[in-house]
């Protein structure tokens, strides 16, 4: 697994030291202070939000920390406007600084107490106890491959580039799993790094059948 994103829908859940990080700064606004315009805007299907806000952290260059953003999406309905915290980045990178070692299920609790402690780190107070039951909307899985020696990489890389990297899968409405991170509404898993390693696979063995 690589990169992953998922969302905290309750605004109540997570706390943020200073909100003038947020670009543009963020604030908070009651369904009464949305412009006739915006109300029209959150009545469309194709509009998913109002207002998106991103953290710029003050971070040194060689730590590596989570994506932070916010998006404002408004009720009609119930008259409501809701604050999304939406977080995002590569596991293996948030967790050992590289994306060459692999994660495993067995670092789960080393995942949920790294990201809650980076997000500390950058001012976003998000309790471990709440990210195992957070939406996850975005999965990339790869795997690390070993080549043959008789391959060189620079084939691969040319049988890549004319590939197809564009392939997903929208799994919105998979029910709740135990005792992993929730699979919620809109789960959107890329298979890139997937597909990659079967086209490598490929290449390998048609190069073992001309041998024969």
């Not at 998106?52 to 989570?66: A, G, R, S, Y």
């Not at 609790?109 to 990201?115: A, D, L, N």
């Not at 990297?165 to 298979?191: A, C, F, N």
Request: charged share 30%; net charge positive; proline share 4%.
């Amino acid at each position: 697994m690589d990169t992953i994103q998922f969302r905290i829908t309750d605004r109540e859940k997570f706390r943020v030291a200073s909100w003038a990080l947020f670009t543009p700064e963020f604030s908070i606004r009651k369904f009464s202070e949305l412009s006739a315009q915006e109300r029209i805007r959150a009545r469309n299907p194709k509009v998913p939000y109002l207002r998106h806000f991103v953290l710029h952290p003050e971070v040194e260059k060689d730590i590596t920390v989570p994506k932070v953003e916010i998006y404002e999406k408004v009720d009609i309905s119930k008259g409501e406007v809701k604050y999304e915290l939406v977080i995002s980045g590569s596991l293996p990178k948030i967790l050992n600084e590289n994306n060459i070692e692999e994660i495993s299920v067995a670092d789960r609790k080393k995942i949920i107490e790294t990201i809650s402690s980076k997000l500390r780190m950058i001012g976003i107070d998000l309790s471990p106890f709440i990210i195992p039951g957070a939406y996850v909307s975005v999965v990339h899985f790869c795997k690390n491959i070993a080549l043959p020696k008789d391959i060189a990489l620079r084939s691969i890389l040319s049988d890549l580039s004319h590939a197809d990297m564009g392939k997903s899968y929208d799994t919105t409405g998979i029910v709740k799993s135990k005792d992993k991170l929730t699979w919620g509404k809109g789960l959107y898993v890329q298979e890139i790094h997937l597909k990659a390693g079967l086209m490598i696979h490929n290449a390998w063995s048609k190069k073992q059948m001309s041998k024969k």
